[in-house]
């Protein structure tokens, strides 16, 4: 990842900008939503334990040291998935996480708690989140980057 985000700070323009967005190590929570209450049934883990968001985070911190970028801007912030079972979540975290585990403690409290009779009710899944704006920094060798060669490539025409 260190050798993708010095080619990518090298790609953009001078003083242009990188927006990184991925989860925090926090543990993602599972929740059951019935009518107005919210009832907190578990937590999502990962095979990995996470490692690629400590690589991500250790390379974009060496990235800063190497002075290729700096941080403008720092926001953590909630992103929520809404499921109607435990079966969806499941699809949606095989396709989008792939190493996610939803421990067997965890999936009988949403079992239980999606057999409630009110038609209102969802699963949600909440992964803590952070997004970092980086201003890339002049190269070190002003000829390695020109404005003109970070210029996007004219379309065809029609």
Do not use: N
């Not at 991925?22 to 490692?51: F, K, Q």
């Not at 009710?121 to 980086?134: I, P, S």
């Amino acid at each position: 990842m260190v050798h993708a985000l010095g080619k990518a700070s090298s790609l953009l323009k001078p003083d242009g900008v990188l927006i990184d967005i991925h989860p925090t190590l926090e543990l993602a929570t599972l929740e059951v939503r019935i009518g107005g209450d919210t009832h907190r049934a578990g937590v999502v883990t990962e095979a990995d334990g996470g490692e690629e968001y400590k690589d991500a985070d250790a390379a974009l911190a060496f990235t800063v040291r190497q002075g290729l970028l700096r941080i403008e801007r720092e926001a953590t912030f909630t992103f929520v998935t809404h499921a109607d079972s435990l079966a969806t979540l499941r699809e949606h975290l095989a396709d989008a996480w792939q190493d996610a585990v939803i421990d067997d403690v965890s999936a009988r409290a949403i079992e239980t708690l999606m057999t409630a009779t009110a038609a209102d009710k969802e699963l949600l899944l909440r992964e803590r989140v952070r997004m970092t704006r980086f201003r890339v920094l002049p190269t070190r060798d002003s000829s390695l980057v020109t404005r003109d060669s970070c210029e996007p490539p004219a379309w065809p025409a029609p």
